[in-house]
């Protein structure tokens, strides 16, 4: 093959980003096809005169959004694209259906809902046949107590590729869910009775859990950029929980200075970081930022990822990245917890990720995604853009919108009886800024570009609703 | 159908048990055949001049078995009965293979390992299938906090017709593994840092989720009969952790009379009874006896479930039934822990409840397991009689043998050598006797007649030369 991107040495985009998205739209284009061989890192790095490190960088993210699969000895292969809508496809005029008072069709923006018609559940019945059938006799015991090895060295090697982080299979544990993965984590850093700094809005079902184990949980409040690092450092805190790729809920990228300095907090005082990266897979604005763990040379970053997004919530499956040190210390000290997801839905999703479907899957779906917050942000815009802001687009499968006068519970409530549920967002914070309004967010993993722009239309009426309402009030106090 | 059974009023027998062993002697022996109908409760109360209460304890115990099926508003149906070899049958004279040395075919005495060979496979994957393509929404969500409401519906009535269980499905919550319903049991009840009492010796497993969560763990000795009331009475724990139908690991069952004192103490002291009635399916000597929770009056038993043994370990699902009182404390304390089964294996368990499939795997999987544990006692009576006695074989998928004079670790150690793998028992004692001789658990739920017949002649040897090296370590010293 002959390739002749154009790099522009002197720009602000790094060479390895400039060579990634040049092979991405060749093979958008179609101009590279299915199937094709990508010249070798060692025969670019020389025909470009840049080093073998960029080439492999720009490469890795290839692999790691599924445009490329890496085939042992003989090098990197283009991989079927499929019919994916682009972005550019859904921003077309917005309908404006004519819906009157309550519909019985419920547009629900539930955060935590996934794209299902897009699932390949082809694929999925086949990898769940597959693992009934496995020979092998632990599919149908308890099993490995840290899961699944097969599955285990899939998802170490899915990290490195698309998160940077670097970890064998044996610091892996996989859990039912985020919530079992922190209440081990408590006992596995004897976090009972200790403080544990959360970030301030944060991920409730997280919060809970270091309650009822009787930790004391000290609220971090969050600047423009992330978390509030001088706060941190004056709490005293065992350990700290973040979101640092999106953070839950308001959306914003801990940029990589602030990374070092939470590293640092962490080396200095001997500390814990759980770094949950609930999300990390759908990233839409701005160039990927390395995860906290792929940083960490103190080896004092605990890294939490999640299935239920990236793949299917139903699948309840959760993995820990302890750093090297803890694994010991987990043997020795956690030997007696079981594992608790069914051996066969992880022999199935070991079958998925191995026959290269995940990959794809994540890269079909990030399109899909990134499709619909696309369809959302246009309709928001047009729809209300004068009554809102809108908090957190770079990322993810939720968006906050932030209300100007308008009542947020009033609006919940109204739009409940115009068939759109939206989503109060108090319950994320656990210490309220004084005259505390807070926004409201809305979910668009589960719905169609067509609910979307039919939700955010009838939206639009409730506010008006909403507003003539609150005028009527004031008229009569 | 003209039936006839003989009753004996005046037997020690009570009629409803006699009524049962009938109808489940004529369906085995073919007399009774397939799909026939059995008669009504009120025609047999009659022709038998006996109480309808009676027919209908005989007609549940049959259900419960599997012999026949209740069909809304047409009656009872047996059931075809599937080609399960009796346990007469294998009681055949003992094949003696000529093994010598370590053999390559390792025989597993694993405790927790089930009959894999007669496993539905064929039906569970039509289950599992089924769910993919459920066309419910909440199969790929993160679904019911509680449990598949299906499922919560379908264990209700099973344990109401197995086990005498009385509850509604919003009593009953759906866990992966019982440690994690444990875990969950202490937060609602607040054991932290509270007494809870256990059985000594008992299940460690459970006991570590007891401990990590600061519990202080009070051991209970053992009567012959079970757990020493007295003991308990004078703990002053808040909750107490039993096994009582097949205590784990020694298997007595707890007589009904001090069920009614342990329901007692818990009334008296409005403390919790925790019931683990984890293999409660698989009882082969003596009548029924009812289980805790069906004589709680109180509202004071938590009552456990698993179908672990008498399904599949692979499916990590746990149940909880609720005493009614604190479903609603659940609901307020602990509305924020999120399902941790996976909405896929929950679907399918469903599917292979509700049609039926669930009460024949238990009666076909007691006979199989009835068969191997009569093979196993025969082959330790013939092979070992006189160097071990038996203890624990009412019930369950595993036996203790109590060593006379043999030391326990050696025997394991040279076992293993010999291609046995048979497990010292000490890690389930927390406070041990003076001069503790631990007995050796034998687990035969994975293993076939053969190898559970070659496995104990292989022992014999074993423990020959155990002896014999005991004895000229006596010489020496």
Redesign the interface.
């Known amino acids: 093959m002959q390739i002749t991107p154009f790099l522009k040495k002197d720009a602000n985009v790094p060479i390895y980003l400039q060579l990634y998205q040049f092979f991405r739209e060749e093979i958008e284009k179609g101009s590279i096809i299915t199937g094709e061989k990508l010249p070798s890192i060692r025969e670019l790095s020389q025909s470009l005169n840049i080093s073998r490190n960029t080439v492999d960088t720009a490469y890795q993210q290839l692999i790691a959004e599924g445009y490329v699969v890496s085939r042992e000895k003989s090098g990197l292969f283009v991989l079927e694209l499929d019919d994916v809508p682009m972005v550019q496809e859904v921003q077309h005029e917005l309908k404006l259906p004519h819906v009157e008072g309550k519909t019985d069709n419920l547009i629900d923006f539930q955060y935590?809902?996934?794209e299902?018609e897009r699932?390949p559940?082809k694929v999925?019945?086949k990898c769940?046949?597959g693992a009934?059938?496995a020979p092998s006799?632990e599919?149908?015991?308890?099993?490995d107590k840290k899961g699944h090895y097969g599955l285990r060295t899939e998802i170490a090697s899915y990290l490195y590729q698309a998160r940077g982080v670097r970890c064998s299979p044996d610091q892996i544990i996989l859990t039912?869910?985020t919530?079992?993965a922190v209440?081990l984590l408590i006992?596995l850093l004897s976090l009972?009775n200790e403080k544990v700094a959360l970030e301030d809005p944060g991920y409730?079902?997280v919060r809970?859990?270091f309650e009822?184990?009787?930790c004391e949980v000290v609220p971090i409040s969050l600047d423009e950029d992330g978390i509030n690092i001088t706060e941190l450092e004056q709490s005293s805190a065992q350990c700290v929980y973040v979101t640092p790729s999106h953070q839950f809920p308001i959306g914003m990228i801990l940029p990589v200075q602030k990374r070092m300095k939470l590293l640092q907090w962490a080396g200095k005082n001997q500390t814990y970081i759980i770094e949950d990266d609930y999300d990390g897979e759908f990233r839409y604005l701005g160039q990927p930022i390395p995860s906290l763990k792929s940083l960490d040379t103190n080896e004092k970053v605990i890294y939490l990822g999640t299935f239920?997004k990236a793949f299917?919530?139903?699948?309840?499956?959760t993995y820990i990245v302890l750093p090297e040190p803890l694994v010991e210390v987990y043997q020795s000290k956690?030997f007696?917890?079981?594992?608790?997801?069914?051996?066969?839905?992880q022999e199935a999703l070991y079958r998925f990720m191995k026959e290269g479907h995940f990959g794809r899957h994540i890269r079909k779906m990030r399109k899909i995604y990134q499709g619909k917050q696309a369809a959302l942000l246009k309709a928001i815009e047009c729809q209300l853009g004068d009554k809102v802001n809108v908090i957190g687009q770079k990322a993810g499968l939720h968006l906050l919108l932030e209300l100007k006068g308008l009542d947020a519970k009033q609006l919940v409530e109204k739009a409940e009886e115009f068939g759109i549920r939206i989503y109060l967002t108090e319950k994320f914070w656990l210490k309220k800024p004084p005259q505390f309004d807070q926004p409201i967010m809305l979910g668009f993993g589960?719905l169609s570009v067509e609910q979307i722009e039919s939700g955010v239309n009838q939206l639009a009426r409730v506010m008006k609703v909403c507003e003539i309402n609150q005028k009527i009030g004031e008229m009569k106090s």
Chains 1, 2 share one sequence.
């Not at 599919?139 to 099993?143: A, N, Q």
């Not at 007696?336 to 839905?345: A, K, P, R, W």
Request: net charge neutral.
């Open positions: 935590g809902d996934i299902l699932f559940i999925w019945k769940l046949l009934v059938d006799h599919v149908f015991s308890y099993g039912a869910g919530q079992t209440n006992q009972q409730d079902g809970y859990v009822s184990q009787k239920s299917l919530p139903a699948a309840r499956v956690l007696y917890i079981s594992q608790t997801v069914s051996q066969h839905i589960g």
